[in-house]
């Protein structure tokens, strides 16, 4: 089980490694699909909607949504690993 840092370390160093702006459809996609090689316990649909909880279309990422989104995603990772 990852903690909170590793978890929030994998979020960032995707998006930032791979310049996502999770605003676009098809960086939304490349990014549920890097995340689910690292984290295989979310399905796509759970980080597809959530990246559609905190990002507009066409909107750039910015440090507070990346935050956010990591804290939903992180809650939605240990009530499947528990």
């Known amino acids: 089980m990852l903690n909170h840092k590793q978890f ?3 979020v960032d160093e ?3 490694i791979n ?4 605003g ?3 960086d ?3 990014f549920q699909k890097k995340l689910k090689e690292s984290v295989p316990e979310l ?3 759970e980080i597809y909607s959530t990246i559609d909880n905190y ?4 909107q ?3 440090k507070t949504q990346v935050t956010h989104l990591c804290e939903e995603l992180y809650q939605i990772y240990q009530t499947k690993v528990k």
């Open 43 to 45: 399905s796509e649909k």
């Open 24 to 26: 676009e459809y098809q």
């Open 28 to 30: 939304k996609y490349y």
């Open 55 to 58: 990002f507009s279309k066409d």
């Open 19 to 22: 310049a996502f702006n999770l």
């Open 14 to 16: 995707t998006i930032l």
């Open 60 to 62: 750039e990422s910015s």
């Open 8 to 10: 929030r370390d994998i």
